[in-house]
C-alpha cells in the first residue's frame, strides 16, 4: 500500500495507527522512512529501562504492537487469576494443594531486585510483588506506571525510533494542543490501568561519541578561523583598507576582489557556528536532561559533567565570536579606502552574504535555546537518540552536516578563485603573475578580454549571466522556503535545513554561471594570444612544456616550484648575455620578466636578430605567460570540482533525511548533478582541444588526447557523480555500496 501510494503521491505524509519492526524492512525502506507511527507501544527496546515497569533483564524485542499488547493484557489477566486464586483458596480443586503452583502462576521477579540497591518510593513497589509486570506500561522517565501512553514515532533505518508521548502529561503536550486533552477519558477506557512504583535508577541513553567527535572538530575549524582572523588583523580593524570580517590572504588584502571575499567568507564562517549550535543543542539538552530526570541520591557520572560544561562553553564562545565581529561594525567601512568604486553587485553580495549569515546564526541559537532549555527532558533524551544514531535514516543533525560542510567548501573556493587578479599593482610577489597586457604591451583587445576575466573571477560582473542569477534568486527561495514542508523536527531546525538548502542551491548555481563565464572569457583571452609570436617560443619548447606541465594543464596543480626554478635559470642566463647594469645587479624575478617584456617589444618578436640575449628573454616571458594562464585554469578545475561535491552533497542529503516535498527536492538535485556533468565536460573537452592550452602544455593543438589523464578526469568528474545517481535511486547498486560502510559506522560509534 505504502509503495502504491508513493507512486500515485510521492509528496504525501504517511500516518500509520500500528507499529510494526517490517515497516523499517529494506524492501520497503525508501517508501516507508520517515512515516509517523501512533501507537502504545514504540517497539524501542532502550524503552523498557525508560518505562515503567521496567525490564533489565531479559529485554524483549517484539515485532509488532499489537503482539506486545497481546503479552501485557496475557500478564494483567495471569495476574488477576492469581489473585483470584490467592483471594479464594477454597475454590482451588481438591486434589492440588492450596499453596502448590498452578497453571496461572506468574514467575519471580527476584533476579530483578538484585539489580535496584535503592528503596522503593512506595509500599506498592515490584519488590513487593514478586510476579512479572507488563511492559512499557507508563510514561518513561517515571517511576509510577499507571498506563501505556500513546507513543509518536518515526519510521528509519533499523526500527522505529521514538519522537515522544500524547497524552495529558505526555512529552509532546503544548499548550496550542490542550483542546486535544478532552476526549484522553475516551482513550484511556480501551486499557487495563495497572500501578505500581520502580526504584529510581540513573537514566541510560547512547554516548554518541562519533557524533561529540564531529561536533569537537567542528568547533576546532570555528576557533582556528577565528584565532586566524586575530592573528592576521593589523592596528584597529576600522582603519583597514578593507573590511576584514574574516582573515584575508596578503594578496587579497587591499585589492578589489576584498570586499566580495570577505562577505562570502563571513558567510561561510556563520554556517560552520549555525550547524555547531545546531549540533551541540541535543548535546547539551540530553546531559541536562540527564541532571533534571536524576534521583537525589544517584551520582551523575563525570563524563556527563565534562560534555556538558565543554558543551555550554564552546556555544558561549560561538557567541562570543559573533558579537565580536559584529560589534566592530563592518558596514560602516564596506566602501571607505577601497582602490576602486564598489559596484552595485558588490554591495548586494556584502549586505545579503552577512545577513544570511546573521539570520542562520539567530535562528540556530533559537534552536539551541529551545532544545536544551525549554523542551521536554523526555524530548531532550529521544532527540539525543536520533540524533547520535547517523545510521538511523531520521538523524537531524547529518543532512545539516553535510549542507554546511558544501556550504563552507563553496565560500572558501573564493580564496583560490581570487589568487590570479589580487595582486596589487605595482607589488609583485612571486607567488603573483603579471597582468598579460603588461607582458604584451599594445594589444588593446587583450587588455579587454583580461579585464573581463578579471570581473568576473573577482564577482564583479556576471558577463551574459546576470540577469540569469538574479532570476535564479527569488524562484530557488520561492521553491525551498516556502514548500519544505514542516516535518517531526522543531521548527526552528525546519528553518535553519531551509535556509542552508536555500543557500547550497544559490552556490550551485551561481557556480554553474560562474563556470561558463569563467571558461567564456579565459577563451577570449587565449584567442588574442593565438596569433602572437610568444606562441612559437612555446611551440619551440614543446618537450620542455611537456615534462613541466604535462599534457592536460587541468590535470594538477601547475608545480609553481617547478616552472619558477625553469625562469630563474633563464634570467641568470639573460642576466649574463644582456648588456644593462641594473638588470645584473637586480636579483628580483618580476623586474626581469619587466625588462624581457619590455626589451622585445623594443628590439622586436620572438628572436631580435644579432641580440644574444633574445631567446631567453623570450623564454622568460613564456614562462610567466604559462605561469599566469596556470593559475586560471587551476580556478575553473576548483570551481569543478567544488561544484561536483555541492551537487553530490545535494543529492545526498535528500537521501539522508525524509525531507518533504521529497519529489520537488529530487528532481531539483538530478536536474543540478546533471547540468553540473554536461557544462564540466563541455568546459574540459573545449579546453583539451583550445590550441593556446595546447602549446603551452606540450600537447598535439586543436585535438582531443584520449590518454589515461584525461579519461580519468571524464570518470572523476563525470563517471561519478552518474554513478552516484543511479545509486542513490536504485536499490540494487546503492544497497551494497550502503552495507559495506555500515560495519565502519558502527565501529566509529
Known amino acids: 500500500m505504502a509503495q502504491k501510494i508513493r507512486r500515485i503521491l510521492p509528496d504525501v505524509q504517511l500516518f500509520l495507527m500500528e507499529s510494526e519492526l517490517l515497516f523499517s524492512h529494506t524492501a520497503v525502506a525508501d517508501e516507508m522512512r520517515g512515516a509517523l507511527v501512533v501507537s502504545r507501544y514504540p517497539l524501542f527496546n532502550l524503552n523498557q529501562l525508560w518505562s515503567p515497569p521496567r525490564q533489565f533483564s531479559p529485554r524483549v524485542q517484539f515485532a509488532t504492537g499489537s503482539s506486545q499488547g497481546v503479552y501485557n493484557a496475557t500478564i494483567l489477566q495471569l495476574r488477576e487469576f492469581d489473585q483470584e486464586r490467592k483471594a479464594n483458596p477454597d475454590a482451588i480443586v481438591k486434589e492440588q494443594r492450596a499453596d502448590a503452583a498452578t497453571p496461572v502462576s506468574i514467575l519471580p521477579r527476584s533476579n530483578f531486585a ?4 535503592s528503596t522503593p518510593d512506595s509500599s506498592t513497589s515490584w519488590e513487593e510483588d514478586d510476579g512479572p509486570m507488563p511492559l512499557e506500561y507508563g510514561e518513561p522517565f517515571t517511576t509510577h506506571s499507571s498506563r501505556p501512553p500513546l507513543w509518536v514515532g518515526m519510521v528509519g533505518h533499523c526500527g522505529i525510533w ?23 477519558g475516551k482513550v484511556n477506557d480501551y486499557t487495563k490501568e495497572f500501578k505500581s512504583t520502580d526504584k529510581k535508577i540513573p537514566i541510560i541513553f547512547p554516548l554518541g561519541v562519533l557524533h561529540i567527535l564531529a561536533t569537537l572538530l567542528l568547533f576546532l575549524v570555528i576557533v582556528w578561523h577565528a584565532a586566524h582572523r586575530l592573528r592576521n588583523s593589523e592596528g584597529p ?19 578589489p576582489a576584498a570586499l566580495g571575499y570577505a562577505a562570502v567568507q563571513l558567510l561561510g564562517w556563520q554556517s560552520l557556528i549555525a550547524i555547531y549550535l545546531a549540533a551541540a543543542a541535543p548535546i547539551v539538552g540530553s546531559r541536562l536532561a540527564q541532571l533534571a530526570l536524576a534521583p537525589k541520591d544517584v551520582a551523575i557520572p563525570m563524563r556527563s559533567w565534562v560534555v556538558l560544561i565543554v558543551g555550554l562553553g564552546s556555544v558561549e564562545a560561538c557567541i562570543a565570536f559573533i558579537v565580536m565581529v559584529y560589534g566592530q561594525a563592518p558596514w560602516r567601512i564596506s566602501d571607505r579606502g577601497g582602490p576602486t568604486k564598489r559596484s552595485v553587485l558588490e554591495l ?28 521536554n527532558p523526555a524530548t531532550q533524551i529521544f532527540l539525543w537518540v536520533r540524533t547520535e544514531n547517523w545510521l538511523s535514516g531520521i538523524s537531524p543533525m547529518l543532512p545539516l552536516i553535510f549542507l554546511g560542510a558544501a556550504v563552507y567548501a563553496t565560500t572558501w573556493l573564493n580564496l583560490y578563485r581570487l589568487a590570479p587578479v589580487s595582486a596589487v599593482d605595482g607589488t609583485h610577489a612571486t607567488e603573483c603573475t603579471q597582468p598579460l597586457h603588461k607582458l604584451l604591451p599594445g594589444i588593446e583587445s587583450l587588455k579587454k578580454a583580461e579585464t573581463e576575466a578579471d570581473d568576473v573571477a573577482q564577482g564583479r560582473l556576471l558577463v551574459g549571466g546576470r540577469w540569469l542569477f538574479m532570476l535564479a534568486v527569488p524562484t530557488v527561495a520561492t521553491i525551498v522556503l516556502f514548500h519544505i514542508r514542516p516535518n517531526a523536527e522543531s ?12 543557500l547550497l542551491i544559490l552556490g550551485i548555481v551561481h557556480g554553474l554561471v560562474l563556470l561558463v563565464q569563467l571558461w567564456r572569457t579565459v577563451r577570449k583571452m587565449l584567442d588574442q594570444l593565438s596569433g602572437h609570436p610568444v606562441i612559437s617560443v612555446m611551440e619551440s619548447m614543446r618537450s620542455t612544456l611537456a615534462a613541466m606541465v604535462g599534457l592536460h594543464p587541468y590535470a594538477a596543480a601547475l608545480s609553481r616550484e617547478q616552472v619558477v626554478a625553469h625562469q630563474r635559470a633563464r634570467f641568470g642566463a639573460l642576466k649574463g648575455l644582456a648588456a644593462d647594469d641594473e638588470l645584473k645587479r637586480s636579483d628580483s624575478l618580476g623586474y626581469g620578466v619587466s ?6 617589444n623594443d628590439a622586436g618578436w620572438p628572436y631580435a636578430q644579432g641580440v644574444s640575449w633574445s631567446r631567453a628573454a623570450a623564454q622568460l616571458v613564456a614562462l610567466e605567460i604559462i605561469r599566469a594562464l596556470g593559475r586560471r585554469i587551476a580556478v575553473i578545475r576548483a570551481l569543478i570540482g567544488v561544484l561536483t561535491i ?63 589523464s584525461f579519461i ?5 568528474f563525470a563517471g561519478v557523480p552518474l554513478l552516484a545517481l543511479v545509486a542513490a535511486y536504485f536499490p540494487e547498486i546503492g544497497g551494497p555500496i550502503f552495507d559495506s560502510v555500515q560495519p565502519l559506522l558502527r565501529a566509529a560509534r
Request: hydrophobic content about 50%; overall charge negative; proline content about 6%.
Open 646 to 708: 555541492d551537487a553530490l552533497v545535494f543529492l545526498m542529503v535528500t537521501r539522508l533525511y525524509p525531507f518533504q516535498p521529497h519529489s520537488l527536492l529530487s528532481g531539483l538535485s538530478w536536474f543540478l548533478l546533471l547540468a553540473v556533468v554536461v557544462v564540466s565536460v563541455w568546459v574540459l573537452v573545449d579546453m583539451e582541444r583550445n590550441a593556446v592550452l595546447s602549446y603551452a602544455s606540450g600537447s598535439e593543438p586543436g585535438k582531443v588526447t584520449w590518454d589515461a
Open 237 to 255: 580593524l576600522l582603519s583597514a583598507p578593507h573590511p576584514k570580517i574574516c582573515s584575508a590572504p596578503p594578496n587579497v588584502s587591499g585589492s
Open 712 to 716: 580519468t578526469h571524464l570518470a572523476l
Open 595 to 600: 625588462w624581457a617584456s619590455k626589451a622585445l
Open 491 to 502: 521548527d526552528w531546525w525546519t528553518w535553519l535545513a531551509r535556509g542552508l538548502l536555500g
Open 348 to 375: 548586494i553580495t556584502f549586505w545579503f552574504c552577512g545577513l544570511a549569515g546573521l539570520i542562520l546564526v539567530i535562528v540556530s541559537a533559537c534552536y539551541f535555546y529551545k532544545i536544551a532549555f525549554l523542551a
Open 114 to 117: 538484585e539489580q535496584q540497591d
Open 162 to 184: 521514538p519522537i515522544g508521548t500524547l497524552g495529558p502529561t505526555g512529552s509532546l503536550n503544548h499548550e496550542e494542543t490542550i483542546e486535544s486533552k478532552v476526549a484522553w
